[in-house]
């Protein structure tokens, strides 16, 4: 059993900053990638920023130069600096990880943390 529990959410103001966490636990031998989605409210779920089991990132253009995704293997756990919020930064963000297994590569996700950006 995998589970991925975000943490980190909250309410602050424009112009500040917030540092999400995403760990798996469970039977984990390692992670492919991690991913940071976010669902603003009424709107579809977007990706927010990737990494590779190598390092290699990639980001929304929106959040480019702002936000910073990074992990830690050994942990089994990927950050997300988020820096010079905008209220339009507002949502729900979401963690997912995929995972090899010997049935192959699985995607979990992760409960959700609430983000907040008052303006």
């Known amino acids: 059993q995998v589970q991925l529990v975000e943490s980190g959410g909250g309410l602050v103001q424009a112009g500040g900053s917030l540092r999400l966490s995403c760990a798996a636990s469970?039977?984990?031998?390692?992670?492919?990638?991690f991913d940071w989605y976010r669902r603003p409210p009424g709107k579809q779920r977007e990706l927010v920023a990737g990494i590779s089991s190598g390092g290699s990132t990639n980001y929304a253009d929106s959040v480019k130069g702002r936000f910073t995704i990074s992990r830690d293997s050994a942990k089994n756990t990927v950050y997300l600096q988020m820096n010079s919020l905008k209220p339009e930064d507002t949502a729900d963000y979401y963690c997912?990880?995929?995972?090899?297994?010997?049935?192959?590569?699985?995607?979990?996700w992760g409960q959700g943390t609430q983000v907040l950006v008052s303006s």
């Open positions: 469970g039977t984990i031998f390692s992670v492919d990638s």
């Open positions: 997912s990880a995929d995972l090899p297994t010997v049935d192959g590569v699985i995607n979990y």
